[in-house]
């Protein structure tokens, strides 16, 4: 399976702090996703690197990608109460995307 | 507003029954999918439609079928439900394979 796999599984910060998340995945890959979820919702697309791109940036998320590890980071900056969710990576195969299991974020006021 | 629409949220159904979940995207994208996320699981492609008129097999399409209606509706239907297909089905759509999806805000299936 080319799943990716997040780490931590869980992640509990105070608001303010920064929150690191990271994933690994098994082949080569076209690009690599974020998405986040809120309970109970839909995913929500954050970002989207390019296999040939090694770091991204959109508002307070920053990506990172080393396809000699692979492995992808997602750090969110000055973390609100609002980005409680949980966080999944998304790896592309010939046609689809792969999911990773999640990382579930806890962000305490 | 625009994006993909679920129905029905909520269903719950007895063992052999079957039952088409419907789905439709206003974004005039091309491409539509269906997934399962069970819990500890993550998201687990069903099927996938790269285009108007092709479906295609994901990771776990053993006990459903699809059917690309048209550009804006991809339905999911299971013809003899079990109970290890208990889950959240989500459905989404992308501008193009492997293009950022967006997603509808899921059907919670249980059957007994």
């Known amino acids: 399976s080319q799943q990716g796999e997040e780490d931590p599984q869980a992640l509990s910060i105070q608001e303010g702090e920064n929150a690191t998340m990271n994933c690994s995945y098994k082949t080569s890959i076209n690009n690599l996703q974020w998405y986040r979820q809120n309970s109970g919702r839909g995913l929500v697309h954050l970002i989207l690197i390019r296999s040939n791109e090694r770091e991204k940036h959109s508002g307070r998320l920053r990506v990172t990608l080393d396809t000699s590890k692979k492995s992808s980071s997602l750090l969110i900056t000055a973390s609100r109460a609002a980005d409680t969710a949980s966080y999944f990576c998304a790896t592309t195969g010939a046609n689809n995307l792969f999911f990773g299991t999640g990382t579930r974020l806890t962000v305490i006021p | 507003n625009a994006g993909v629409t679920q129905t029905p949220k909520f269903q719950v159904l007895k063992t052999g029954q079957s039952m088409t979940l419907q789905c439709a995207q206003d974004m005039n994208h091309n491409s539509m999918y269906w997934y399962r996320q069970d819990p500890g699981m993550g998201l687990r492609l069903i099927y996938y439609s790269a285009s108007e008129g092709t479906t295609d097999k994901g990771e776990v399409p053993n006990g459903y079928n699809v059917s690309r209606l048209n550009k804006r509706e991809f339905s999911l239907r299971l013809e003899s439900a079990a109970p290890s297909q208990t889950s959240v089905y989500f459905c989404?759509?992308?501008?193009?394979?492997?293009?950022?999806?967006?997603f509808g805000d899921g059907t919670r299936l249980s059957i007994l």
């Open positions: 989404a759509s992308s501008e193009i394979i492997n293009q950022p999806q967006h």
